[in-house]
């Protein structure tokens, strides 16, 4: 069982990251916080590479991964890899499937596609993952999309997303025992309840198993464990704050 570290999905910050001055200033506050590494999401400027590299290294911070969608991914492989060799990632993160692929024919079909991009990302240094929601966990003659996805494709790695996991029904640190070695980036994600309604809230401060969780993520392989949260209830900068002092807590360490 390897070192887990903590990271920030720059997603969370999205609407502070809209220009290059306002996305070099927001680099400035999460490694202000103690991060050390990031996940490029949601980050509209600066978008030649070299540049948000430059922004990175400037702050003390480093990027394992991205997201980027499924058809740049597919239609623009080389781009996307040199991009990823370029910010110095350890992955590519695919967000999910178009719309019209959530179904069983496409996660197989995804599983086709993925898997000589995963050979090329892999001779480049890199692995190529899937981030899921809660609508990958629909069952399909007793599969769920996911399994079908990631049982089809081999060496693809699996983002999993740990509130939409339990959202779709699924037990987190059940799904991270499923695929041990396939788990190198995850997303941290809590879920509480306020006011009848499911909220995501800072990491340890909802009802989420993180002793379980944190666990089962030793155990699989995991080596990031990302802060992601779409909509936070509180400050998004507050939360990822929070999030990262619970988490040094578990000995789970920003480097």
Same mark, same amino acid.
């Given at each position: 069982?390897?070192?887990?570290?903590?990271? $920030?999905?720059?997603? &969370?910050?999205?609407?502070?990251?809209? &220009?290059?001055? %306002? &996305? $070099?200033? &927001?680099? =400035?506050?999460?490694? @202000?916080?103690?991060?050390?590494?990031?996940?490029?999401?949601?980050? $509209?400027?600066?978008? %030649?590479? =070299?540049?948000?590299? =430059?922004?990175? %290294?400037?702050? @003390?911070?480093? $990027?394992?991964?991205?997201h980027t969608g499924y058809q740049k991914i597919v239609e623009e492989t080389d781009r996307v890899i040199d991009d990823h060799k370029i910010l110095g990632c350890e992955a590519i993160m695919c967000p999910g499937l178009p719309g019209e692929m959530l179904n069983k024919e496409g996660f197989l079909k995804a599983a086709e596609v993925f898997s000589p991009i995963v050979e090329k990302a892999k001779d480049n240094g890199l692995a190529l993952g899937y981030h899921n929601h809660h609508r990958e966990l629909q069952r399909y003659d007793g599969k769920t999309g996911l399994e079908l996805l990631i049982e089809n494709c081999e060496g693809l790695h699996a983002e999993i997303d740990l509130y939409w996991i339990q959202a779709g029904g699924g037990d987190p640190a059940e799904w991270l025992e499923k695929f041990p070695g396939r788990y190198s980036q995850l997303h941290y994600k809590e879920m509480g309840i306020i006011d009848d309604k499911q909220v995501m809230l800072p990491i340890g401060a909802g009802n989420m198993n993180w002793k379980r969780i944190v666990e089962a993520s030793r155990k699989a392989g995991a080596k990031y464990c990302l802060v992601e949260l779409d909509d936070p209830v509180l400050d998004a900068f507050l939360s990822l704050k929070i999030s990262l002092e619970n988490m040094i807590s578990w000995g789970i360490e920003p480097i």
């Open positions: 069982m390897g070192k887990l570290i903590a990271g $920030a999905q720059m997603y &969370t910050l999205r609407d502070y990251c809209k &220009t290059a001055k %306002d &996305t $070099a200033e &927001t680099l =400035k506050k999460v490694s @202000g916080m103690g991060y050390r590494v990031v996940q490029v999401s949601g980050m $509209a400027e600066p978008k %030649d590479m =070299k540049e948000m590299r =430059k922004l990175l %290294d400037g702050n @003390g911070l480093s $990027a394992c991964s991205t």
